[in-house]
């Protein structure tokens, strides 16, 4: 009978494999023993082994499931923290394209002089003329930083579309 190969085993007759540190020390096991033949100490030395064997698995099985746990969970609250991104964007919409119109006839007013409007400047322009009259849906406290950002992105926007 042919002993057969570990390549020869496909995916599905696979049931356990053994790591080759363990395979190690089982034939360790087993070439003390080749000499002298004392069944009973062959035996509590393969018995101890299998216990060493279950207990490391069992170990890694453990860290594995909870790193999967980790992964899982952090996936879950990314998806979260996405959907809550979402609606709040979609409640500050409305707010925003009022803003990039008024940017944009601004941006439009300085190119027809030959001057450029930055982000800044606009930010600047809008507190004096609008802030009081536009409700700005933004924290007071971070008012100026948020609408910023925005007329930063707005301006690239229309610095690209003015370049084409």
């Not at 082994?49 to 099985?61: G, Q, Y």
């Not at 609606?87 to 002089?113: C, D, G, H, M, V």
Request: charged fraction near 30%; glycine fraction near 0%.
């Amino acid at each position: 009978m042919k002993h057969p190969n570990i390549n020869d085993f496909s995916k599905e007759n696979e049931t356990y494999m053994i790591s080759n540190k363990h395979l190690r020390l089982l034939d360790s096991i087993f070439r003390k023993h080749r000499q002298v033949c004392d069944l009973p100490k062959l035996q509590n030395q393969i018995s101890e082994w299998a216990e060493t064997v279950l207990v490391e698995e069992r170990r890694k099985w453990n860290e594995m499931r909870v790193n999967s746990v980790e992964v899982l969970y952090h996936l879950d609250r990314k998806k979260e923290a996405c959907k809550r991104a979402n609606a709040k964007n979609k409640r500050y919409e409305p707010f925003k394209q009022i803003f990039k119109q008024l940017q944009k006839a601004q941006f439009e007013k300085y190119q027809k002089a030959g001057q450029i409007l930055s982000a800044n400047a606009f930010v600047k322009w809008f507190f004096n003329q609008k802030a009081q009259t536009t409700n700005i849906p933004y924290c007071q406290s971070n008012q100026k930083n948020q609408l910023t950002k925005l007329a930063q992105i707005n301006s690239r926007e229309f610095k690209k579309a003015f370049e084409c």
